[in-house]
């Protein structure tokens, strides 16, 4: 874990492994998203919660892909997140 204030970005082997973590998660929360929405129904405040984390994800995703791509230029740094 990288100490506070650290102004150095991320090298291109934490953004593997980081963009590694967050595609597990963003699977696992859409499979919670499916199930809450067969548990409760669409028209839940449950499924409505969990699909608002699932977008939130997807959007810090393609937000972190982006900044590989500008801490990384030139670098083969696609589909580290997505």
Do not use: W
């Amino acid at each position: 874990m990288r100490s506070t204030g650290n102004a150095t970005p991320l090298t291109v082997a934490e953004h593997r492994e980081l963009g590694y973590e967050l595609r597990k998660n963003r699977v696992r929360l859409r499979e919670l998203c499916g199930l809450i929405m067969e548990v409760y129904g669409p028209n839940t405040r449950a499924y409505y919660s969990f699909q608002k984390a699932a977008e939130t994800l997807e959007q810090l995703c393609a937000d972190m892909q982006t900044q590989a791509m500008r801490d990384h230029p030139g670098f083969p740094t696609d589909n580290l997140y997505t």
